[in-house]
């Protein structure tokens, strides 16, 4: 089942400066240990190897165990900590290190404490989140005595519950820095706007607004717009019905201060419009990468002419640049894994899942100095990105996804969702993508290294929990499929600058070209299924396309299995081979569809309120999915009879 709440760190960005504030207040402490407290404010609650530790702080050094006592030994010293009765950090025999969460009373509990400024925040269920720098972001940690004041330079997490249970994804801090919106469920279980007062603590629904996919905030905090059902709305905080604005399909944008918007239409291509509405002129962009790339998330520079823009393919490390309005040449300006966002003179981006911030020269518009840490954050982990969910204030507050365990983390559970048992986490990177093998005893999982960003195809003995690296080249390898046998397996790779299948036994040995994929119909090539057909299933991820069946035999040609009007995605046949269970967008949310195989006849939808990756039973006698239009959500299942389906 998935957690019931999710958290965002929400800070305020310093000047850069190695600081704690402790018992004896600022105190200055070497980087490295620094970087320590980072490693376990970002685990806050849980127990962190040494290991682990000792590889994300010094992974580019060979050093003794002792460095790290060492560096505990200081941190307990500034903190005012005693390792016999640790308040901060807790020794684990034998396991690791715990940074303890303590709960803060709310602001205004104590007599001497001060009026909030404008920009402050208090909440009633204000949670410490350890030391982080920005450039570097400066940290509270509480002495003995009374705690200290609320102040905007004091960054603090919180745990956001949307009501109802359920998994928040996608979330935008308002350009005031007061409020927070994000995509949860209703009461009915569609994916709809929640606010939430980061002062009071207040949640809100918005009404209307069902099907959500992305959001952005006016630059007067005083609205929001929304994709749903392949349109692009807006609502007001007010009150009223959400309204129309444009029929494009809406992947995300920027609100400029001019009433204008820049965004991601369909098949990643950018957009600019009045915000009032008006036909959308799409933007030329000359950025040396061609068309086969994704262009997403633009965001507005302060001369709102100027606009940052992630340029990515599904198996590289995306890239900023800065697109104009005014002309179609682009400026490259770094490699991130996310969406970059500037604030305060500094452009924020990531690297394999950790946030920094660099200055920047927004009429050179291009980086200076150096980039500083901001911190290590938990997210949704993507092959071709991490997608760190990042959203930035326009009076410094910083909000990023985190949580208290990796979102790789592997977990068995039985049918009634219960937790049976977990897989270890590798002590760097984490693992997604499982597959397991017919015979229940391999799990097939990939893995980014954190170091050069390269993504291999790992296999995990179930008995013995044993972790084994299967691929090794100096390329991306992803999805791995089985066959009915188990004997061989499938899986995407992305060889000399072009994307194909590769065939390989189970066992190891010598690699085969299944299918080169042809440039013009992809940039990415994912494996979804290999059916008792002997067909292997492909996702081109430009969804233009859809899923292909590929014949293993190599007898016939590939070609699409879903209609090019309505594009699906993460194909899986029947174990009888009749039935294709599919994702598609083509009702403006995710849906879950079965059709007859291979005509496509009998087509019906099997979701009722968004879902994704379908998975048939052995004996093809249930359908699983995850339910939910954001692409997350509570596993369903479904009975399934022939009968049903003519």
């Not at 308002?174 to 002062?199: H, M, T, Y």
């Not at 918007?261 to 957009?271: H, N, P, Q, R, S």
């Not at 993504?455 to 179930?462: Q, S």
């Amino acid at each position: 089942m998935p957690p019931d709440s999710f958290r965002v760190g929400v800070y305020s960005i310093l000047p850069a400066r190695n600081q704690v504030i402790g018992p004896e207040g600022r105190q200055k402490i070497e980087p490295r240990v620094m970087q320590v407290l980072l490693c376990l404010a970002a685990r806050a609650g849980d127990v962190v190897s040494r290991e682990q530790i000792l590889q994300e702080v010094w992974l580019d050094s060979v050093v003794s165990d002792e460095v790290l006592t060492v560096a505990i030994q200081k941190l307990r010293r500034v903190l005012g900590d005693d390792a016999k009765d640790a308040r901060f950090i807790q020794t684990v025999p034998g396991r690791g290190y715990r940074l303890n969460e303590l709960t803060r009373e709310p602001a205004g509990t104590q007599q001497e404490t001060a009026r909030p400024s404008r920009a402050s925040l208090s909440w009633k269920a204000m949670l410490w989140a350890g030391a982080l720098m920005v450039g570097a972001l400066a940290s509270i940690l509480f002495s003995r005595g009374s705690p200290p004041r609320v102040d905007t330079r004091q960054p603090a997490r919180i745990a956001i519950h949307p009501p109802p249970e359920a998994v928040a994804e996608s979330f935008v801090i308002s350009p005031d820095g007061r409020k927070l919106a994000f995509i949860a469920p209703n009461a009915d279980g569609v994916d709809s706007i929640w606010v939430r007062e980061l002062e009071s603590g207040s949640t809100e629904l918005l009404a209307g607004t069902e099907n959500v996919w992305q959001l952005l905030w006016s630059p007067d905090s005083l609205r929001i717009g929304f994709g749903a059902a392949s349109q692009l709305k807006r609502v007001s905080l007010s009150g009223g019905t959400p309204e129309t604005v444009s029929e494009t399909p809406f992947r995300g944008g920027s609100w400029s201060d001019d009433d204008l918007l820049v965004f991601t239409g369909a098949w990643g291509k950018l957009f600019r419009m009045a915000a009032d509405g008006g036909e959308p002129t799409p933007l030329a962009v000359e950025d040396g990468l061609g068309g086969d790339v994704y262009r997403a998330c633009p965001s507005f520079l302060p001369d709102n002419s100027h606009f940052l823009y992630l340029a990515y393919d599904a198996f590289e490390r995306g890239r900023i640049f800065v697109g104009s309005l005014e002309s179609p040449k682009s400026v490259f300006v770094v490699e991130s894994d996310s969406p970059a966002h500037y604030d305060a003179g500094h452009l924020l981006f990531v690297r394999s899942g950790v946030v920094h911030a660099q200055p920047f020269d927004t009429e050179k518009l291009m980086l200076y100095g150096e980039p500083k840490v901001l911190g290590a954050q938990l997210m949704s982990a993507e092959v071709g990105g991490t997608r760190t969910s990042l959203s930035v204030s326009r009076n410094g507050i910083l909000a990023l996804r985190g949580g208290s365990a990796p979102a790789g983390q592997l977990v068995w559970y039985d049918r009634e969702g219960r937790e049976l048992a977990r897989i270890p986490q590798p002590a760097s990177g984490e693992y997604v993508n499982p597959s397991l093998s017919p015979d229940g005893r391999t799990i097939a999982a990939n893995r980014r290294d954190p170091a050069t960003g390269n993504v291999d195809i790992w296999l995990i003995d179930v008995e013995s929990s044993r972790a084994s690296r299967f691929t090794t080249a100096p390329s991306f390898e992803t999805d791995l499929v089985w066959s009915p046998d188990g004997e061989r397996v499938a899986y995407g790779a992305y060889r000399d600058g072009q994307h194909g299948v590769w065939l390989q036994s189970a066992g190891g040995g010598n690699e085969t070209l299944l299918w080169q994929v042809p440039r013009e119909l992809v940039y990415g090539a994912i494996p979804t299924d290999w059916s008792r057909r002997d067909i292997v299933l492909v996702d081109l991820t430009n969804f233009r396309f859809g899923s292909w069946a590929v014949p293993v035999s190599g007898e016939t040609e590939p070609r699409p299995v879903v209609d090019a009007g309505s594009p699906g995605w993460g194909a899986h046949l029947s174990p009888n081979g009749k039935w294709l269970a599919y994702s598609s967008t083509e009702t403006g949310t995710y849906e879950v569809f079965v059709m007859g195989f291979p005509d496509g006849t009998n087509k019906k939808r099997i979701s009722l309120h968004g879902g994704t990756h379908p998975r048939w039973r052995q004996d093809g006698k249930e359908l699983f999915f995850w339910g939910g239009a954001n692409r997350v959500g509570t596993v369903m299942r479904v009975d399934v009879a022939e009968e049903a389906f003519t």
